[in-house]
Each structure stands twice: as structure tokens, then as C-alpha cells.
């Protein structure tokens, strides 16, 4: 689970989504009743409308779902990615440790 700021920004964006995908189909419903002149309703935009919210709808539920999920490595949580993969890798150290005098134990 994700923390709770990151929860609670969820919560916020998607009601205020979801808030905005009503509206426009309210608006879209409105839009169809409006006594448009002969041939000349806007299917075309009237199309593009709709299918922009359904988009829009479509995604908002991947959008909660990555929210409260933690997903990825964010830059300020203190884990660092690979730490154990390090101590079961052959490899030598990508850097050598100080070996002797005061300037090279600094600099390394």
C-alpha cells in the first residue's frame, strides 16, 4: 500500500475526475437534444466528445488503482533499488574502498 498523503491525493483526483466525466456527459446528453438545423448535427464532434470522456473514464481506473498500489521507486523514500542484489553479485565493488592517506580516504 502507498502512504497516506499518497491515498489521500488519490481520493481527491480521482472525485474531482469523476466529477468532470459527469458533467460532460451531462453536457453530451444536452448536446444531443439541442435542435440542430437539418444535416447539420456535429457528429463528427459530437463522436470525439464522447470518446475523449470514455477515455478519460477508462483511464481513471488505472490511475486509482496505480495510486494505491506502490508502484516504481519514488526519489524521496529512503530505499534504495538493487541493495540486495548486491550482496548475492560476484562482482567486485563498483569502487574501490579508502586505502591509506588522508586525501584518497576523502576522496573515495
Given amino acids: ?6 491515498l489521500g491525493y488519490c481520493v481527491v483526483a480521482v472525485g474531482l475526475s469523476t466529477y468532470v466525466i459527469a458533467t460532460e456527459v451531462q453536457q453530451f446528453i444536452k448536446y444531443l437534444k439541442v435542435p440542430w438545423p437539418h444535416h447539420t448535427k456535429p457528429l463528427l464532434e459530437l463522436n470525439i466528445h464522447i470518446g475523449l470522456v ?17 508502484i ?5 523514500d529512503g530505499y534504495k533499488l538493487g541493495v540486495q542484489d548486491a550482496t548475492c553479485s560476484k562482482d567486485p565493488p563498483p569502487l574501490p574502498g579508502p586505502a591509506g592517506g588522508l ?3 576523502a576522496w573515495l
Wanted: charged share 5%; with cysteine.
Fill in 1 to 6: 500500500m502507498n502512504s497516506l498523503g499518497s
Fill in 54 to 70: 470514455c477515455a478519460a473514464a477508462v483511464l481513471l481506473i488505472f490511475f486509482f488503482f496505480a495510486s494505491i498500489f506502490k
Fill in 72 to 76: 516504481g521507486n519514488y526519489a524521496n
Fill in 103 to 105: 586525501v584518497r580516504g
